[in-house]
Every structure is written in C-alpha cells, then in structure tokens.
C-alpha cells in the first residue's frame, strides 16, 4: 500500500544459476516493467536453479520477506523434465488466475504453434500477484503485452501497491 | 427428468446479503434466463455472503434438496480476498468443465482488459449444472451469451430436464 | 529415442469395448496419425470400457510396459455420468498442458457450440505424451489439427522418439 510498489523478476535457469549462460530472460522482463510502469517503483532480480523448491523458496522470499507486489518469473514453464515452476508457483499460491495463461497463450499462439505447451499462469499469494512467462525475450514481451493491461487493477483488488502505466506503451484499465 | 426444469439464481456478496447494497447481479441473471429459457421452468433465487462455506452450503441445498437443473451464481469470481466463490463450488463438485471459464473469459476480453482476472468456471454436480458469473449485469448477459447455447445439451447428458430455449435470443445446439 | 516411434490409440468406450459398437473413433485417429506422421512409427490401437480406473490401467500399460511416445484417447471426455477419461489421465499424469485442452476447444468452437462441454486435455507421464480427443471422426481431425504442429517438439522436450510430420498435412514447428 506504500507509494513505492516493488516488482521482482525471478529467472528460473540452471544454467544461468550456475553462471554457466547469461540471463537474458531476467533483463528482458525487468526493462519492459521498468519501460511500462510509470509510477514510482523498486525493482528487484533474482536467479534460481530450476526445480519446484527453488521457486517456491524464492517467491516466499520475495513476497513474504521483501514484499513484492509483482512478480514476473521467467523459464521452467516448458514440458521438458527440469521445467518445475508451475509446481512452485502452486506450492505457494492462495489461488489461480486461470486467463492469465489462456491470454499468454492465445497471444503466443500467433507467433508459435508450439505456444500451447506452455504451462504459463498467473497466481496469488497474500499481497502478491505472480506471473510466469517464458524464458526468450521476444515470448517475454508478448506474453506481458497480453495481459498487463490488467495488472494494476488486479494488484488494487489482493491490496498491493498502485501502479500507473505509460499509456503509449500499455493502457491499464480500471473499471469504473 | 420431469417437465419442469428448476433454475437457480445464487447472489453472493456480502453487502447484498446484509440487505446494504440493492442485488443487481442476481434480478440481471434470472431476467436473462427467463427471456431465453422457452420450456417450463421454476425459478428460485437466493442470496448468501462471501465465502467459500457460504457458498458451498447454498449450493448442497440447492442442487441437492431443491432439485435445480441449473444454478447460475453471480459474485465472488474475482482476485479480491473476500471472493471464494470458485473455491465454494469446487467443494461441492463432481468435476469442473473448463471450456465455460474459457469462453466466457473470451466474450468478456472483447469489452474489458480486466476480464482475465475473472475466476468463472462451471461444474458438475450430479444431475445439476453450475456456472459461475460475473456480479455486473452487463457482463452477466456477455458472460450467458458465450455459453448458453451449450447449457440445454449439457443437461441432457447429466441427466439433468430437459429446456429448450427461445431461438430468436440463443439456439440451442444439440449434436444430431 | 530410439528411431521407431510408439504410437498408441485407445478408445474408450463401453460400448466398444462390449463389441456392440463398431469403433469409429480409434481407427479415424490411426488413419490421422499415419496419414501426418511422415517418420517411421509402430501403431497399436487399443479399447477399454468408460471408467477412471480403466483408462489409467491402459495408460500405464501402454506408456510404461509398451513405450508409447504418443497416446491419442478418444472418447470419455464429456459430462456423462460414464464420462471419466480425464480422471483416468489424472491420476496416471505427471503434469497437465493446459493449451491443449484450451487450443482442441476453440478449434472446436468454430463448428459447433457444444464444444464448451469438453473436458479434454494434455498430460505428461514419464515420456510419454497423453492427448484426450473427442469420439467423433470430424471432431477427432479438428482437434488433432489443431494441436500436432505442437507434438513432435513436445516429445523432444520430455525426451520420446523424434518424428517428422508430412509438411503437406500438418507443418510441424520447432523452434530454431
């Protein structure tokens, strides 16, 4: 409820935990908040292997301890063995938002075919809103243009801070 | 089975049950029914406060005693933290029917960015058919609009009566 | 991952399975698989009756002791009180890929109202790729269309045999 809203990105990557690869799925995610959200805001990034434990032990770091009002977590939504964030999102979450990933894929599914093997979502915990999103920066963009036009009145509805946006860039709606 | 099919009209919202606030949502969504429904039918509506329990009690008494066919629920599908409804019919239902929430999410991000933060669903239980609704008649009726045609057939199948609805505002679609 | 793919059909119907039904179903998705899949692959087509517990009996049977890369199910997916597929594939998934459920239903839509009513999806179990479709032949073509682009890559991802498609049926896409 402060006037500074805290938006965290979380990459998910066992390669880019161990150094191995450049993250470029977090920096992706983190400029196009920072480029959208227009009002004042701290900004946080993290790396995890992935797995369902490291996720769910991240975001109850930064939604708990930190207190993030967004977080964008990016990688590990895929079907492959290692892909394990939908399990540690669910882990943690009060709820489902079920659009969210029927939004990110739709919108995908215009670029790729392969949009509908992801298993992208959208979460609450307490206070926090919870996204995942692909680990390419291209997908990134898409997928966070198809639904952050409802980000900021979510994030009013669960009691997170108010955000504005840059409406050249994402027209948040309110309901009046 | 018998000629007269039973339909519900399930209010939840807190204010509307402590008699605050005029029930908008609930009067919306039994006038919609009732113009499109052709075949005999009885109506019952009924109003309960937010909350997964409140919810789930209403709809045992409903499906179960009562006898409805169909019951819509309006209020409670959202991401605030006095919105349970999902989690109230998900305690009573045999199983969910996604494709209800996908299509109406679907009609409703046609009018409204905010559409994706809607938890609405349907389920099953027994020989009843519940449907989940946004608490605004506007979208009640986009929200009806997106599924009904469906509803007829799908109480045929769980042995629910038999409607029949008014062609010139929905067709019903039963498979030859 | 060796060169010859396993591709199984099961049918899932009472009727099938009590021989008093000729099953369309199964040998429509066969005569679709092999018309698509351009790569050298082993078909075996199965039927069981309607139940949670039959289906996820022959799943197991077909994934674990057979190898299936591919499992296409048809029949069981809708609300009839012997509708249970989707419990039989949940309780032997893994995981679910909702964007197939999501992807078949829409391509559905298009042709008939009444699609809304399906309960049909995707899951993972081991390597092993589970697709649920409808009974019927059109139908079981329209979803298949709607969702094979996707698989081959799919079943890269979980780690199964490596099949091409006939460009000229169904564009296979993996992303560079």
Do not use: N
């Amino acid at each position: 409820m402060s006037g500074l809203a805290r938006i965290a990105v979380l990459t998910v990557s066992d390669r880019a935990a161990r150094g191995e690869y450049p993250d470029r799925g977090g920096p992706a995610a983190e400029e196009w908040l920072r480029a959208v959200i227009a009002s004042p805001a701290e900004y946080r990034r993290e790396i995890v292997a992935d797995g369902a434990d490291s996720v769910a032990a991240a975001l109850r770091t930064l939604a708990d301890d930190w207190g993030a009002d967004f977080i964008a977590v990016t990688g590990g939504t895929g079907p492959a063995p290692r892909d394990r964030t939908p399990e540690g999102v669910s882990a943690v979450a009060d709820f489902d938002l079920p659009g969210f990933g029927e939004a990110m894929r739709g919108a995908s599914l215009a670029e790729v075919p392969t949009a509908i093997l992801s298993r992208q979502g959208a979460a609450v915990r307490g206070r926090t809103l919870i996204v995942t999103l692909p680990g390419k920066p291209a997908a990134i963009a898409t997928c966070l243009g198809a639904v952050f036009a409802a980000v900021p009145y979510c994030l009013d509805l669960i009691g997170a801070a108010h955000i504005e946006t840059d409406p050249g860039r994402c027209r948040a709606f309110r309901p009046g």
